[in-house]
């Protein structure tokens, strides 16, 4: 599998800028034949939005934006997609917005991977806004299976680590 890392440097807020930017990199990649091309943590409305997350206009403009990174992938030879971004939570209790790494094919949003490990040490308050994931679960990208994770939960699971050291 031939993967292409877009590694962007999104502006909160700025949605076109952002499309504009990831749209760019989703051509250079399938010129380059990728099967699939990454993008990062929240890359649809930038990094951290923090009490932007509150405004229902602000999380349906990152929805929007999702979707148009979608459509981008439809076509032959299009690479897949995985775009980090906001969405709202399907319950009605707790946080109302997740974390996500969507994985994008054939012009839709084929998986969600829900950010499980929320940071609030230093400059994060992650738990303050999102909902955190219950599990972690595989994708398949071009007959693949593919495991997400986001961010923190690459390293730090704690489910792993008996102890905090």
């Not at 952002?18 to 990649?29: D, G, H, K, Q, S």
């Not at 034949?33 to 509150?54: I, K, N, R, S, W």
């Not at 991977?113 to 994708?139: A, C, H, I, N």
Request: with cysteine; net charge negative; glycine share 6%.
């Amino acid at each position: 599998m031939r993967i292409a890392l877009a590694q962007i440097n999104p502006t909160v807020g700025d949605f076109a800028g952002n499309l504009e930017r990831i749209t760019a990199f989703v051509e250079r990649a399938t010129a380059a034949q990728a099967d699939l091309v990454m993008f990062p943590e929240l890359a649809t409305c930038g990094y951290p939005p923090a009490d932007l997350l509150e405004k229902e206009s602000f999380v349906r403009k990152a929805e929007e934006t999702l979707a148009a990174v979608a459509a981008l992938t439809a076509g032959a030879g299009k690479p897949a997609v995985l775009c980090g971004s906001v969405m709202r939570c399907d319950n009605s209790r707790g946080k109302h917005v997740r974390n996500v790494a969507a994985m994008l094919a054939d012009g839709v949003v084929h998986s969600v991977q829900q950010k499980m490990l929320l940071p609030f040490y230093d400059v994060f308050d992650e738990q303050r806004y999102f909902e955190p994931g219950r599990e972690q679960s595989l994708t398949v990208v071009k007959g693949h299976a593919v495991a997400v994770s986001i961010c923190e939960d690459a390293w730090n699971d704690k489910m792993f680590w008996p102890r905090q050291l």
